[in-house]
């Protein structure tokens, strides 16, 4: 099993930046990738990036690559999702997730087996 905690959500104004942070414990070694979705009011969840766990090789929604980065810091089993040039519509829940099943497909929610309980970001115009 292994636990997830967000933090790094806030309040922030429209081109500001915010980093989010997600702390992962329990049976981290069996982590394959770790992705960050998020879920606007009166949305589905959608895929913004992930990373294999332990290559680094990254993966983006289309549209955010340049606004959004996310990096690992296996010493610490945290995965970061930095996000500059925020806009309004990146209003949501950020939530990240833990795919422990190898799964090739790392842009889908259904390949993740363990999930945060997610962190607000508002951005205000």
């Known amino acids: 099993q292994v636990r997830l905690v967000e933090s790094g959500g806030g309040l922030v104004q429209a081109e500001g930046s915010l980093r989010l942070s997600c702390e992962a414990s329990?049976?981290?070694?069996?982590?394959?990738?770790m992705g960050w979705f998020r879920q606007a009011p009166g949305k589905e969840r959608d895929f913004v990036a992930a990373?294999?766990?332990?290559?680094?090789?990254?993966y983006y929604k289309d549209g955010v690559k340049g606004r959004f980065t996310i990096s690992r810091d296996n010493a610490k089993n945290t995965v970061s999702l930095q996000i500059d040039s925020l806009k309004p519509e990146d209003t949501a829940i950020y939530f990240c997730?833990?795919?422990?099943?190898?799964?090739?497909?790392?842009?889908?929610?259904?390949?993740?087996?363990?999930w945060g309980q997610g962190t607000q970001v508002t951005v205000s115009s």
């Open positions: 997730a833990a795919d422990l099943s190898r799964s090739p497909l790392p842009g889908l929610d259904r390949s993740y087996d363990a």
């Open positions: 329990g049976d981290t070694d069996n982590i394959y990738h």
């Open positions: 990373i294999h766990y332990s290559g680094g090789y990254t």
